[in-house]
């Protein structure tokens, strides 16, 4: 399921277009959901249950849906999951693991 929403290589099997449109209308009603919190419409706790179990399910493979959502541009789904733990966690843990020299014996050249 997750090799369906690549942002390259971009020719897809009609079962990773459905995954893909079912994720795309994931990710609208994230956006949706933060235009009526940002608009004082509801509150973020009337929503956020259930919806803190699915994000934490994102999050385990945050590197496959961060990639998702900044190449096809869904910011006010991004700004709604940036309002979860779970998933400001997971960025934090990429970007740490982001910033971890290699191991020595990776980059001293070989015979060394």
Known sequence: MLHSLRVENL????AE?????????????????????????VD???????ADYYIGLLSS???VFDAYL???GFVRARLF????DS???AMSR?????????????????GL
């Open 44 to 50: 973020f706790a009337d929503l956020s249950y259930p």
């Open 61 to 63: 493979n945050l590197p």
């Open 87 to 89: 998933w400001n966690a």
């Open 17 to 41: 277009t459905f995954v893909r449109d079912g994720f795309d209308n994931l990710f609208y009603y994230f956006a949706l959901f933060h235009h009526y919190i940002s608009r004082g419409l």
């Open 94 to 110: 990429s970007r740490a693991s982001d910033e971890v020299p290699p191991p020595a014996e990776l980059l001293a050249p070989a």
């Open 70 to 72: 900044d190449k096809y």
């Open 11 to 14: 020719v897809f099997t009609p």
């Open 81 to 84: 999951l940036e309002r979860f």
